[in-house]
């Protein structure tokens, strides 16, 4: 088992508008590590996603990523050292279809997105590599549909396979099984244990089954701070979880 | 290329059956759609021919009309790159062709004894270079800001055309550029060439970048790049694409290419003037752009072919015909935002599923 810290938070704080979202968090992830990311509404799970990817720039602290410091690096350059996320809110291409989609993601793994001297549809690798991602998510009969015509939870498996496509070392998902039926979730719960091998993940999730099916650890964020971190079982018995986050849930 | 969906995968969206039972029925002209518009590419391979041919069997006014219609036509294509590919609607798009057709025409000036396609890729290079310049400003700009940016853009470059006059001829324009003797290739001359030559000469230039630029956009890693940010420019962002790049990339192909047409506009006008690089040009051309089509990478072909024709016939008849013209405009935009090209592809659409 590997025990290098593949990402590190030292203490980072963001705010908005004067208000504090986070404050001061420290957190480390261990090669291969699966940490599940909990929290009530507002709690900071998603800045905090953003902050890790770059979609916002952090007001204090370090981010680094396999010992390297990525805090001021644009999204596209820390994505390339090898992070990649999904989206709470749908993001995908919506005027192409599931192939095209995944192919976008594998062009730019590949170095070849902006390639002018050859034909797009010419680079068999690149297509069959799709159509392998596309089958890990059991979206192999849908290839050539357009974005825009898949039901909502194939749209969710799209949006891992395009993270999948990448092949980053870190993995972020954030709330995969958002919107999705208890049946689509048991799915998507199966798809990611059989996808996601020794890779190290993040995932941000408010559905606690899929938490606990996917998590070795898990950290619990209220008012911008980490309240408890330890393995499920730990955090589920921690006084200040149940009373604060998992409430009359527990009770 | 199988559509034939598994027993467990179909129940999940019965919404797709009928789409697919009609694509097996079509499979092989969707196959081939896929990869390049059939009805598109049968259409220009016909339009091209005509085009070439035109000398052949048409009075020496169409010639001269149609030599002006395909600088446009190039002109509105370039416009039409950043507006179709980018989602970016350009104010000042005329810079770039006006700043080539003055550049060209110092060059035929000072260097006439040098083959003209050369000069014409200087000045259209030149065009290129200005737009990584200026797209550095603009592209990071979204919606209304990236407009109002090209806008004060082509406000200076018509200023700067007006008022340097000892370069630009200011209100005069410039004439008497062109060499009694073109060059068209070293030891190739044409002494005083005929209206059909040079019209063929543009032609040589024109339809080989139009086509590249096509091939580019359309069957390239890069034209998917470019296509990837136009849909969604965050998640492209998040996937590993460096958004800015690509768009000021495809900024830079659109400013060459009017440089392109702007430098054969001289050529062919031998005749340069701020009308080339004034704020008025720069709304013409969004209006042939959409009149045309913005959605079919040719369709601003038909909007400046429209405009060629309509100053031509009715100016004849009334003074006023860019009034007229205008308000066919608004009618296309708000009858059919897809513009002549948008219309004949849906009628061909009815037809080919029928």
New interface residues.
């Given amino acids: 088992m590997m025990t290098a810290p593949v990402l590190e938070l030292q203490g980072v704080s963001k705010g908005f508008g004067g208000v504090p979202v986070l404050r001061g968090i420290e957190l480390t992830l261990l090669a291969g590590e699966r940490r599940g990311l909990i929290g009530p509404n507002g709690a900071g799970k998603t800045t905090l996603i953003n902050l890790i ?1 770059g ?1 916002v720039p952090a007001d204090a602290g370090n981010i680094l990523f396999r010992g390297r410091p990525i805090t001021a690096l ?3 350059r820390r ?2 050292l090898g992070i ?2 999904s ?1 709470q809110i749908l ?6 279809t599931v192939l ?1 989609n995944i ?3 594998i ?3 590949r170095g ?10 010419r ?1 068999e690798a690149v297509q069959a590599e799709a159509a392998h991602y596309a089958g890990l998510v ?1 979206l192999g ?2 290839l ?2 357009p974005v825009e ?3 909502y ?2 749209q969710r498996r799209l949006d891992i396979a ?1 993270v999948l496509a ?1 092949e980053p070392e870190l993995i972020i998902l954030d709330e995969p099984a958002a919107g999705l039926s208890a049946a689509e979730t048991r799915d998507l719960i199966a798809v990611l244990q059989a996808v996601i091998g020794e890779r190290t993940l993040l995932l941000v999730e408010h559905d606690m089954d899929v938490v606990y099916a996917l998590s070795d650890r898990i950290t619990v964020l209220d008012y911008g701070r980490v309240l408890a971190e330890g393995a499920p079982a730990e955090v589920s018995a921690n006084e200040d979880v149940r009373r604060i986050y998992l409430g009359e849930a527990v009770d | ?1 199988s ?4 027993a467990a ?1 179909e129940p ?2 019965p ?2 059956r009928p ?1 697919a039972e009609r694509r097996a029925k079509f499979g092989w002209l969707r196959a081939a759609r896929n ?1 390049v518009d059939l009805s598109g590419t049968v259409s220009t391979v016909v339009l091209l021919g005509l085009l070439i041919a035109a000398p052949l069997f048409a009075s020496r006014a169409t010639v001269n009309d149609l030599g002006q219609a395909v600088c446009l036509g190039l002109f509105a294509i370039s416009f039409n790159i950043i507006f179709k590919y980018s989602g970016l609607l350009s104010f000042g798009h005329a810079a770039f062709f006006g700043f080539a057709a003055y550049a060209e025409a110092l060059l035929l000036e000072h260097y006439g004894n040098l083959p003209v396609p050369l000069l014409v890729l200087a000045a259209g290079g030149g065009a290129a270079l200005l737009g990584i310049f200026l797209g550095q400003i603009c592209v990071r700009r979204q919606g209304a800001y990236f407009s109002m940016t090209t806008l004060a853009i082509g406000a200076f470059f018509y200023s700067a055309a007006f008022k340097w006059s000892v370069v630009t001829g200011g209100t005069d324009g410039l004439d008497g550029f062109m060499p009694d003797s073109l060059t068209i290739l070293p030891g190739w001359q044409w002494d005083g060439p005929s209206l059909s030559q040079t019209y063929w000469l543009v032609l040589s230039i024109l339809i080989p970048a139009a086509l590249a630029a096509w091939a ?1 956009l359309a ?7 470019v ?2 940010v136009q ?2 420019e ?10 800015h ?2 768009k000021l ?1 495809n900024f830079t192909l659109a400013a060459g290419l009017a440089g392109i047409a702007g430098a054969l506009w001289a050529v062919d006008n031998a005749f340069v003037s701020t009308d080339s690089i004034d704020l008025t040009f720069s709304t013409t051309v969004i209006i042939m752009a959409f009149l045309g089509g913005t959605g079919w990478y040719w369709g601003p072909v038909i909007g400046a072919v429209l405009y060629i024709a309509a100053s031509d016939w009715l100016s004849a008849s009334t003074p006023h015909w860019q009034i007229w013209f205008g308000l066919a405009f608004i009618a296309m935009v708000l009858v059919a935002p897809g513009g002549i090209a948008g219309l004949a592809a849906s009628a061909w659409r009815r037809l080919g599923l029928r």
């Fill in positions: 990817t979609g644009p999204p596209h994505n390339r990649g996320r989206f993001s995908l291409f919506a005027g192409m095209e192919r976008n993601a062009l730019r793994r070849l997105e902006t390639l002018i001297w050859r034909r797009l549809s680079i059991g009969d849908a050539h549909e015509t898949l039901p939870g194939m395009l990448q | 290329m559509h034939d969906s598994n995968f999940a969206i919404a797709l789409k990869e580019l069957l390239t890693p890069f034209g998917n790049a296509r990837a849909q969604n965050t998640r492209a962002k998040f996937l590993g694409y460096n958004t790049v690509v990339a």
